[in-house]
């Protein structure tokens, strides 16, 4: 009996599993622009980086980087958080 009830939860998972990656697939278009968004957080944290590097305070950064990421990705930090 647990055997089959294992076998039939890791059917559920895997089936939902295989539904988000195709869900997930873009054409052309949303793949040009899923590459421009990349680049644009990636200059965002480069550019932060740099404000970091110049001796500014990390509030001044972080305001900066937020400003940056603003309607560009997840979250206030471009979709990426570091631990301090």
């Known amino acids: 009996m647990l055997k089959t009830l294992l076998t039939v939860v890791s059917l559920v998972l895997l089936s939902a599993t295989s539904t988000s990656f195709a869900a997930e697939t873009h054409g052309d278009k949303e793949r040009?622009?899923?590459?421009?968004?990349?680049?644009?957080?990636?200059?965002?944290?480069?550019?932060?980086?740099?404000?970091?590097?110049?001796?500014?305070?990390?509030?001044?950064?972080?305001?900066?980087l937020q400003a940056a990421c603003k309607g560009l990705a997840i979250g206030k930090d471009c979709g990426m958080k570091h631990v301090h």
């Open 32 to 64: 040009k622009v899923d590459i421009e968004r990349h680049k644009a957080m990636a200059k965002a944290h480069t550019d932060a980086a740099i404000c970091l590097e110049s001796g500014k305070k990390e509030e001044v950064c972080e305001k900066a």
